[in-house]
């Protein structure tokens, strides 16, 4: 069942996405090369309870981290860990907070020292992909509208879209209905209604979009070793269009 949130649920729900945001700000400011995910990993936790906050995806179905930290081929879901992020290296980083009772829910990728022309288009194109699957999430449209947008822009860049990890509702948890695709035909799928808040957040591989999952059974990689890029917000559909509650 999709629950729908009312007016004042869905400012509620953008105070805690308001923290997500702020946390992401203090990534921004950490990356660099010689800095390893756990040190991020270990200040966005500190912040964010300093700010009333709690991480959700520490062991959120055992999963050991308050952050996913996902470095190049890593596609999501990648463990923080004492390796030192080099330049050239594209990193995603996943946060996820409570705050008063409502979740928030955003990723970023964040390139580190320089990075290749190929890389920075990714990067790019998987931005655009994000906003132009938001633009699409209005009252009346089809979910297919929107993941079409998505799907079409990544395609008409040489670059595939995850199939295998999805969007999903958010709301007093993590993980509510629907569960989304990044790919769709216009005109198909769930109608989009006034009160529905859920995540885009496209996945987009340089090659292929097959995948698979390390042996810690989190961490998910491109098939072919290539890059991966990520972005995420977290939108409320109302009456005046989208609004991204993770801005």
């Known amino acids: 069942m999709i629950i729908l949130k009312s007016k004042e649920e869905i400012a509620e729900m953008k105070k805690a996405g308001a923290l997500v945001a702020a946390c992401h700000k203090q990534v921004a400011a950490m990356i660099k090369p010689g800095v390893t995910t756990l040190e991020i990993d270990q200040a966005v936790e500190r912040f964010m309870r300093s700010m009333g906050g709690s991480p959700v995806t520490k062991g959120y179905k055992g999963y050991p981290f308050a952050t996913c930290a996902s470095v190049n081929d890593v ?14 290296d594209i990193v995603k980083i996943d946060i996820v907070a409570e705050f008063g009772g409502w979740v928030g829910d955003s990723a970023w990728c964040y390139a580190v020292g320089d990075i290749s022309p190929a890389a920075r288009k990714l990067m790019r194109v998987t931005k655009e992909c994000l906003l132009r699957g938001i633009e699409k999430a209005v009252v009346g449209n089809r979910i297919g509208d929107v993941m079409h947008a998505i799907q079409s822009h ?80 977290t939108i409320a559909i109302t009456a005046n269009g989208p609004i991204i509650l993770t801005a």
């Open 75 to 88: 596609i999501a879901h990648g463990f923080p860990n004492r390796q030192p992020l080099r330049s050239g």
């Open 154 to 233: 990544a395609e008409q860049n040489g670059y595939s879209s995850v199939r295998d990890l999805l969007a999903h509702g958010v709301g007093r948890s993590l993980h509510e209905e629907p569960n989304l695709v990044h790919v769709g035909k216009p005109g198909r799928g769930l109608r989009l209604k006034e009160g529905m808040v859920f995540t885009l957040e496209p996945m987009i591989n340089e090659g292929t979009h097959l995948m698979y999952v390390d042996d810690d059974g989190w961490t998910a990689r491109t098939f072919d070793g290539k890059l991966s890029a990520q972005y995420e917000h």
